[in-house]
């Protein structure tokens, strides 16, 4: 296969890999973020400690985190169905990709979360902060460098997801790399395929390597 022929087809799949990662990765947030909180809010010694719910929130983590993508994905295919009336393509995989980051971001967010300074949380309890008062202008800001590092891991993990998503039709560099690289032996586009992989995820973690930097200084000055 010469060049010609592999740089549509490595656009395209990148294209493809980059939309399933920017939807998958938002839908992770939105659900994430929150569930991390509550982990937080409701646990022992929390502002809104309620046990039950806690350890409720933290089995549907944990589960989610333990299934392996692939699996998830099979399993998921009803609903995958369902919701975007096919199981094949780019847009069915970001279905799976957001269930599968939302529990793995809602970690990384309790982990956050948690390392924010006890004393700031007090002083703003002590000045009349209400919960989610607290929870927007205290451990949020405070937590924003660690939760832009976490977020950076979490686009990372989905990538590599949506890589596995090609296996069962999900579409882009996944897809090609099994379909070219595998399937007809075209041991050159496979490599290129891992080199542009690499190479995303290498743009990815620089730049939130930075924003975690400037986070961090910026959070330390108005500290």
Avoid: C
Avoid at 45 to 71: A, D, E, M, T, Y
Avoid at 142 to 171: D, K, N, R
């Amino acid at each position: 296969m010469t060049w010609e022929e592999m740089r549509p087809l490595l656009e395209q799949g990148t294209i493809d890999t980059l939309y399933m990662t920017f939807w998958s990765t938002l839908v992770a947030v939105l659900g994430g973020l929150p569930l991390g909180v509550l982990l937080v809010l409701t646990d022992r010694g929390g502002p809104l400690q309620n046990l039950p719910l806690n350890r409720v929130i933290g089995v549907v983590v944990n589960v989610g985190r333990s299934l392996p993508f692939i699996i998830l994905m099979v399993a998921l295919i009803p609903v995958t169905r369902s919701i975007v009336g096919t199981a094949i393509g780019p847009t069915a995989a970001i279905v799976p990709l957001a269930i599968g980051a939302i529990p793995f971001f809602a970690r990384l967010v309790e982990t956050a979360v948690r390392e924010v300074d006890h004393g700031l949380v007090e002083a703003a309890w002590a000045m009349g902060g209400g919960t989610w008062t607290v929870v927007l202008k205290v451990l949020l800001p405070q937590a924003l460098p660690s939760l832009v590092a976490g977020l950076t891991t979490t686009v990372i993990a989905v990538i590599g997801y949506s890589a596995m998503a090609g296996a069962v039709g999900g579409g882009g560099l996944g897809t090609l790399a099994l379909t070219y690289g595998y399937q007809r032996f075209e041991h050159g586009f496979t490599l290129i395929t891992v080199a542009v992989l690499v190479l995303v995820v290498t743009a990815v973690q620089l730049l939130g390597d930075g924003a975690v930097r400037l986070l961090a200084r910026r959070t330390r000055t108005s500290g």
